[in-house]
């Protein structure tokens, strides 16, 4: 019996259908709750504000010290900082380098937190054992007095470092978690079935394995993009980072500094990048809600 | 964000450097109650031991010394009496006698004697104070000290190499009690010194050797009860706060009022402002805040500010051997853009005066040292005059931006901490005034000061900030810039000798001297060497000289200059010195010493 297979050709575009089914199902379950939209427009506004904001200002944002911790006005809309520079220009020109520095670690956290849980849970013996020895001694690395001591060693002068230093440091939960997921599912019969087929380790963690993890790794993909966010804003915060950058974490830490916790003046340049990360963090959870449903089939209402 | 931590330390580094008489009302120095101060860190396990950097000793209050320095901008010999009720120097400045208070007693009752003082004075060497260096030959070293009676003791400068610091030196020696410590310094100590002092080549080695381990050991002990000769003797410490009860046996225990002080931590900026903002401190050493939290301070009752000189300045500092910056119309060009006052607006707006010449000096000092200000160069701002020192020193401007001769974006890279905010807050403005004129100039902050003391010492910064003119003496201040910082060590011969950039502490790397229209060839270093062993009359030149050179080749742009300003309230306490009163550059416990600081009448 012969049986014929149909295989694509290059011009054949058998991802579209695919890619399109992925979009019109995620608009399908953003529409199903209205909080899903608010967040996805929120985490839409921040990513805008990241990529387009900073071509809005100048280079160098003017200063007027004689209008220091002003109040919010016509002119300044959350008010001026402490050499009067607008706050409104330091938050949007300030989130570039905390949205990449997050999304490059939380990716840097996935890709490699995933490779490795994936990796070590198909392949288990002599691998899974090194692997996880090596995560579980990234684990136990506290993280932020390890980065306390790194930045006496980095200047973290852009956000790729930053990024990369982070995720470096924090994928070892992520891998762990895929391992166990992966274990799980190397004893289900579609997997059992894949290896009696003869087909590749390759090919079964990418095409068998990671498609069922894929809903943890993307929510974590995200949540990772918040926490994130306020360990480098809490590291700006502490000063023990260089303060070069506009950056939220040093807005605050100025603000602090500068006594507007005891005195109110010039309140609004203290909220405005607190308001910001909680806005972004709110915008997130939201957004997770709706993909954990377009990842999971299992949680599809229709 | 221990802003305050600036001038703090400043003030410590000025050796013995630390109000609106605020009432007239009827006031007793008998009234007892707590006065609550704010001096220092408090480090529960810190010994009792003045010589120790975390001490449980308190300057003014359970620590003494011979006398306290009124830190006169031209005069640092000038002294009110402490342990030395008074005191008489020969003419040439190299035999001291003091004669110590008649009726100074420990707080344990027994009598404070020359034994004392020549005890004080062997651990002085061994602590390797400036008067008291156990080598042989030793520019403006002590070289003997003699009992005279039980109340009087004499001193012995080096007289081949007197130095005019050496009088000021001893006076600032702390003095410990015999009964207590002598147990701790071997009997034989003054025949070490000796050996040291005079002894053959090996002997003086051995000796040496023996008093700085002794040196070593004496650093960490302290008596596990305190016995103080001052007003105050520590009853106990916690992390947070030093108690202290009135010694009875004072010898001015009269004039104490509090029968207790309470010494917060110096923990940061924001918890002293909190326990201002309560009205729970009656006094507190400099404390730098923002124009609204004084305002909030000074609405909180009985809270009021006296404020006086102080010989402390907020400076870039250059490192010249990091090109362009080794280049002075780089250095020149570069003060003539910067705003100072707008600088000190942002940086250090209730604590600071913008200082008004590059020239090394406060304005205080300036006029105290009579420096003519007709030939310094202000550096107002004027991009057209930075544009032409650019240009000479080979800078091009390209679409507005400054570039380096080889086409390289011209950078500024300017390092604060985060400990000092005013420091981050006027390198902020720096950076966006350089940046406005078309300058790269990028702001990093080291994490504490304690590293970015290290890394500046290692010559890591390009362009720093940097505490100059430190006073009261003329030596003092220029030694800042011209110093061991910049190359220029002081021999034991009296002389100087230059380091390159990179060595023996040499982080500013000026050159060794520099042409000057007017001044000619001038080594810097060798002036302020000068400073240290000439009169007053032929310091005021060498200080006017140095203030030309320094203005002409700017190793340094000073942005403000520090007001000595101290928070007290008058709801517990009246009779705090006035506005710009000496006393005001040292503690509290030194106040009361001095008969200020009352009880109020209830």
Redesign the interface.
């Known amino acids: 019996m012969v049986t014929a297979v149909e295989i694509p050709t290059g011009n054949t575009p058998a991802l579209t259908p695919a890619r399109r089914g992925f979009w019109r199902n995620l608009w399908r379950v953003l529409r199903r709750k209205p909080t899903r939209v608010a967040g996805a427009v929120i985490v839409a506004l921040f990513v805008v504000m990241g990529v387009v904001g900073p071509f809005l200002y100048p280079a160098n944002l003017p200063t007027d010290p004689g209008n220091a911790y002003a109040g919010p006005s016509g002119s300044h809309l959350l008010g001026t900082d402490f050499q009067g520079t607008d706050v409104l220009a330091l938050l949007v020109t300030g989130s570039r380098y905390v949205l990449v520095a997050a999304v490059i670690a939380a990716a840097c956290t996935v890709v490699v937190g995933t490779g490795i849980g994936l990796y070590a849970g198909y392949r288990r013996g002599g691998p899974d054992s090194v692997l996880m020895r090596i995560t579980d001694f990234i684990i136990t690395i506290p993280g932020l007095p390890l980065l306390l001591v790194l930045s006496t060693l980095w200047k973290y002068s852009n956000p790729l470092t930053m990024g990369l230093v982070l995720g470096v440091t924090g994928w070892g939960s992520v891998a762990r978690a895929v391992r166990s997921q992966t274990l799980s599912l190397r004893e289900r019969g579609f997997i059992e079935a894949a290896r009696g087929l003869g087909l590749s380790t390759a090919h079964v963690v990418r095409k068998e394995l990671l498609p069922n993890v894929a809903p943890y790794v993307a929510m974590n993909l995200l949540i990772s993009v918040t926490v994130y966010i306020y360990l480098e804003v809490g590291l700006f915060f502490l000063g023990v980072l260089p303060f070069n950058e506009n950056n939220w974490g040093v807005m605050i830490s100025q603000a602090v500094q500068n006594g507007v916790t005891q005195t109110g003046q010039g309140l609004a340049y203290l909220l405005s990048p607190l308001v910001a990360i909680l806005l972004l963090t709110l915008g997130i959870v939201l957004l997770v809600d709706a993909m954990d449903e377009v990842f999971n089939p299992r949680l599809r209402e229709d | 964000?221990r802003?305050t931590a600036v001038a703090a330390t400043a003030l410590a580094l000025c050796a013995t450097l630390a109000a609106t008489s605020c009432s007239s009302s009827s006031s007793s120095s008998k009234g007892g109650g707590t006065f609550t101060a704010i001096l220092t860190q408090i480090d529960s396990k810190a010994p009792i031991n003045p010589y120790n950097q975390s001490t449980n000793s308190f300057r003014g209050y359970n620590a003494m010394m011979l006398g306290w320095s009124k830190n006169t901008a031209t005069d640092p010999n000038k002294f009110y009496p402490a342990i030395a009720k008074s005191w008489e120097l020969s003419p040439d400045g190299t035999k001291l006698t003091v004669h110590i208070q008649p009726n100074a007693k420990w707080s344990d009752g027994k009598p404070v004697t020359g034994d004392d003082l020549k005890l004080s004075a062997a651990v002085a060497y061994a602590e390797g104070g400036s008067a008291f260096a156990a080598i042989p030959g030793t520019a403006g070293g002590t070289v003997d000290v003699k009992v005279i009676d039980d109340k009087t003791v004499e001193f012995d400068q080096n007289a081949t190499k007197p130095l005019n610091t050496w009088f000021a030196n001893v006076m600032t020696m702390y003095v410990l009690p015999a009964h207590v410590w002598s147990a701790q310094v071997p009997s034989d100590i003054w025949d070490t010194i000796h050996t040291a002092l005079t002894g053959s080549a090996a002997d003086a080695k051995t000796a040496q050797d023996t008093i700085t381990a002794l040196g070593k050991k004496l650093i960490g002990w302290g008596p596990d009860k305190d016995v103080s000769a001052g007003p105050f003797t520590l009853t106990r410490v916690t992390t947070s706060e030093a108690l202290l009860t009135k010694n009875k046996n004072f010898y001015d225990a009269d004039k104490i009022a509090p029968s207790q002080v309470v010494i917060k931590n110096y923990q940061d900026?924001?918890t002293i402002?909190?326990l201002l903002?309560k009205g729970e401190i009656d006094g507190s050493v400099y404390v730098a805040?923002?124009q609204?939290?004084l305002?909030?301070i000074l609405a909180v009752k009985g809270n009021q500010v006296v404020s006086g000189a102080s010989p402390v300045q907020a400076s870039l500092v250059f490192n010249e051997s990091k090109k362009p910056f080794d280049n002075v119309h780089v250095r020149r060009g570069l003060a003539y853009l910067i705003d100072r006052a707008?600088v000190t607006?942002?940086g250090e707006s209730s604590s600071g005066k913008a200082s008004p010449y590059p020239a090394g000096l406060t304005a205080a000092q300036i006029q105290g040292w009579g420096v003519s200000t007709s030939g310094l160069n202000a550096y107002s701002v004027d991009t057209a005059k930075a544009a032409t020192e650019f240009q000479q020193a080979g800078l091009k401007q390209a679409g507005g931006k400054w570039t380096l001769p080889d086409g390289k974006p011209f950078t500024v890279p300017i390092q604060t901490t985060?400990?000092f905010?005013d420091w981050?807050?006027g390198a902020?403005?720096v950076?966006?005034?350089l940046?406005?004129a078309g300058v790269d100039a990028?702001?990093?902050?080291s994490?504490d000061y304690a590293?970015y003391l290290a890394d500046l010492a290692a010559g890591k910064f390009t362009v720093s900030w940097w505490l100059t003119a430190l006073g009261p003496s003329a030596y003092n201040i220029y030694q800042r810039l011209y110093g061991a910082a910049n190359g220029w060590t002081l021999g034991t011969g009296g002389g100087v000798a230059h380091s390159a950039a990179g060595q023996s502490g040499n982080w500013m790397g000026e050159a060794e001297s520099a042409d000057v229209s007017g001044l000619g060839t001038v080594n810097p270093g060798e002036l302020t060497n000068q400073l240290s062993q000439v009169p007053p009359d032929q310091q005021k030149q060498i200080v006017a000289k140095l203030a030309a050179f320094t203005n002409d080749q700017v190793p340094a742009i000073a942005m403000w200059d520090y007001v000595n300003q101290n928070f007290v309230n008058t709801n517990r306490f009246t009779g705090f010195p006035p506005n710009d009163a000496d006393v005001l550059r040292q503690p509290q416990g030194v106040w009361m010493q001095l008969g200020y600081i009352k009880a109020k009448a209830k």
């Open positions: 964000m802003r900026n924001s402002v909190n903002l805040v923002s609204s939290q305002d909030k707008q607006k942002v985060s400990d905010n981050t807050s902020s403005n950076a966006a005034q940046q406005a990028k702001v990093t902050a994490s590293t």
